[in-house]
């Protein structure tokens, strides 16, 4: 790779050892993907959590070594000029049955937190950033973790990051540069795989069951989707949760929806393939069923929110509760951040789930690296019914929101017509 | 095990070298969210490999996917002792080169034969990932 003066000095410590270390990791990544220099970088999405659940059993020694990362990190600023805005965390902002966030692990995050915002990391802590806001603009070189985000940016904002994990993220923030590689070159944002979409998708978790189905025969490639209809914000971020959770995709193209795919031809890069993928009505009810594992209809958990709900989504699960009794038994979280969740307050929302009897908001983390003491969980995302099918042992069913808002209420899995 | 040993060439992703024996599946896999970083095992639900264990093997699979988490857990993974000593992968998630650079676990892609037709689980496997060559013994 072709290094300038300054990148070279850096790399040879006259920053620091650790920044020195930062600008090996992107070099040595660089080289590895393909890419011939590092190109300049103003936004960024920064993993920065303590381990939590993740880590379950590691011994202290092993935990020190991880955070020492995140500890140097935030003993240095962010790039001048660069947004630097913040993953969520691996624990509960607000306080919550101890048993399910650990409160030292959840002392170690805000620590971390206060640190990383002093070294001029914008606190965010969500995996949804482009809801409160960091929302780059279509071409904006961007380096960012959160492998849902990452579809989001590249496919519906015409945003350019490749999947970025906790070093490369904090190099780029840190130093301000990124290796070129990967979908940053026009060359590698056309679509490799066609798939035609017949079946109907009548809401955001049939968008969901979209990306669920399409990411598992993608792998890493660029999926292009024609024959949908107009979809939401909501919607595309089902989508890209899901196509990175079976699979590994960086982007994809929703053809007359999403900016780089005004027709097939653009979205494939004149190259359209002839061969193409189906998504019909009974592949769409297989991938319901793929996630719906459970022996008995009795619901103990109802999670709402993954990737974090957005203010509409708030609403319209307020709307559904209004006036409404949780049944006894059952716990509904609400995962969001706290930028949306202040809103969600203000506007009223957060009182309906009160007097509802909601467990409440999971504010600025991720459910997934809670404790969850469920037998069977109900929940309207495929990224987070996937995962938590591994992680917590329970017996999952994913389900429309209505179907979650209603499950919970009656305390039961009452079933829908997916 | 027999004399039977293969030679097979690859292109380098991270240079080094380590040997152990194979876990090998044609699928793919997410370090966060799929596998136990502190023990190894592997919980995706209906994975080839579920219940099986990384730690000290030549992990040979089509590719990582799935969560950024990953270059994190492989960091937990390694300094717990739990890490894969080497990775093969037919192709290369831009998560598994980052872990795989920062851990220094050397990793090889774009083997001369399909990986999963000449080696199978519990081969030993020597990865001279510098120099882009594996020994399988049977």
């Keep these: 790779m072709q290094l300038t003066d300054d990148q070279q000095a850096i790399l040879e410590g006259s920053r620091g050892s650790f920044l020195a270390k930062c600008m090996k990791w992107l070099i040595d990544w660089g080289e590895v993907m393909g890419a011939m220099r590092l190109i300049k970088v103003h936004n960024t999405h920064a993993l920065l959590p303590v381990p939590n659940l993740m880590a379950k059993g590691a011994s202290k020694d092993v935990l020190r070594n991880y955070m020492q990362t995140l500890y140097e990190a935030t003993e240095y600023t962010t790039a001048p000029g660069c947004h630097c805005t913040v993953h969520a965390t691996f624990v509960n902002r607000d306080e919550i049955d101890a048993k399910e966030n650990d409160p030292e692990q959840a002392k170690l995050q805000k620590d971390m937190a206060n640190k990383a915002r002093d070294a001029g990391f914008i606190p965010t802590f969500t995996c949804a950033p482009y809801l409160v806001g960091n929302v780059p603009v279509m071409g904006e070189i961007c380096a960012w973790t959160e492998s849902s985000a990452v579809v989001y940016a590249n496919s519906i904002l015409g945003a350019r990051t490749t999947r970025h994990g906790t070093e490369s993220a904090i190099a780029s923030s840190l130093?301000?540069?990124?290796?070129?590689?990967?979908?940053?070159?026009?060359?590698?944002?056309?679509?490799?795989?066609?798939?035609?979409?017949?079946?109907?998708?009548?809401?955001?978790?049939?968008?969901?069951?979209?990306?669920?189905?399409?990411?598992?025969?993608?792998?890493?490639?660029?999926?292009?989707?024609?024959?949908?209809?107009?979809?939401?914000?909501?919607?595309?971020?089902?989508?890209?949760?899901?196509?990175?959770?079976?699979?590994?995709?960086?982007?994809?193209?929703?053809?007359?929806?999403?900016?780089?795919?005004?027709?097939?031809?653009?979205?494939?890069?004149?190259?359209?393939?002839?061969?193409?993928?189906?998504?019909?009505?009974?592949?769409?009810?297989?991938?319901?069923?793929?996630?719906?594992?459970?022996?008995?209809?009795?619901?103990?958990?109802?999670?709402?929110?993954?990737?974090?709900?957005?203010?509409?989504?708030?609403?319209?699960?307020?709307?559904?509760?209004?006036?409404?009794?949780?049944?006894?038994?059952?716990?509904?979280?609400?995962?969001?951040?706290?930028?949306?969740?202040?809103?969600?307050?203000?506007?009223?929302?957060?009182?309906?789930?009160?007097?509802?009897?909601?467990?409440?908001?999971?504010?600025?983390?991720?459910?997934?690296?809670?404790?969850?003491?469920?037998?069977?969980?109900?929940?309207?995302?495929?990224?987070?019914?996937?995962?938590?099918?591994?992680?917590?042992?329970?017996?999952?069913?994913?389900?429309?929101?209505?179907?979650?808002?209603?499950?919970?209420?009656?305390?039961?899995?009452?079933?829908?017509?997916? | 095990m027999t004399n039977e040993r293969i030679i097979i060439k690859g292109k380098t992703v991270v240079p080094g070298h380590a040997q152990g024996k194979a876990l090998v599946a044609d699928a793919t896999l997410s370090f966060w969210g799929e596998v136990d970083a502190v023990t190894g095992e592997i919980l995706a639900v209906g994975h080839p490999l579920q219940g099986q264990s990384i730690k000290g093997r030549v992990l040979i699979i089509r590719s990582t996917k799935g969560s950024s988490g990953a270059p994190m857990m492989m960091n937990i993974a390694s300094l717990s002792g739990a890490a894969p000593v080497a990775m093969i992968n037919v192709e290369v998630d831009a998560l598994a080169a980052l872990g795989s650079i920062v851990n220094c676990i050397p990793m090889m892609t774009d083997l001369d034969e399909n990986p999963f037709d000449c080696i199978k689980s519990g081969d030993h496997v020597v990865v001279d990932a510098s120099n882009g060559i594996i020994y399988v013994s049977k």
């Design chain 1, 175 to 418: 130093l301000g540069w990124v290796p070129e590689f990967g979908v940053l070159l026009s060359e590698n944002r056309q679509g490799t795989l066609r798939i035609k979409v017949t079946a109907e998708l009548s809401d955001s978790t049939d968008w969901g069951a979209l990306g669920y189905f399409a990411g598992k025969e993608a792998g890493l490639c660029i999926p292009v989707f024609e024959g949908t209809q107009q979809l939401s914000q909501e919607d595309a971020k089902q989508l890209c949760a899901a196509l990175a959770t079976s699979g590994g995709v960086t982007m994809c193209h929703i053809v007359g929806f999403t900016p780089e795919a005004p027709t097939l031809e653009a979205a494939f890069h004149g190259n359209v393939p002839e061969s193409f993928l189906v998504f019909d009505e009974k592949k769409k009810r297989e991938t319901y069923y793929s996630l719906r594992n459970h022996t008995a209809d009795e619901v103990d958990m109802v999670i709402l929110g993954c990737p974090h709900a957005s203010l509409r989504e708030i609403g319209q699960f307020a709307a559904l509760l209004k006036g409404k009794k949780i049944a006894k038994g059952v716990r509904l979280w609400i995962d969001t951040a706290h930028g949306t969740k202040e809103n969600a307050d203000y506007i009223g929302y957060s009182k309906v789930f009160d007097e509802a009897g909601a467990s409440g908001y999971i504010t600025d983390g991720c459910p997934m690296n809670l404790r969850m003491y469920a037998k069977r969980i109900v929940t309207h995302g495929f990224k987070q019914a996937h995962y938590a099918r591994t992680m917590s042992k329970a017996e999952v069913i994913i389900a429309s929101v209505e179907s979650c808002v209603q499950s919970a209420i009656e305390g039961r899995w009452i079933g829908d017509d997916k």
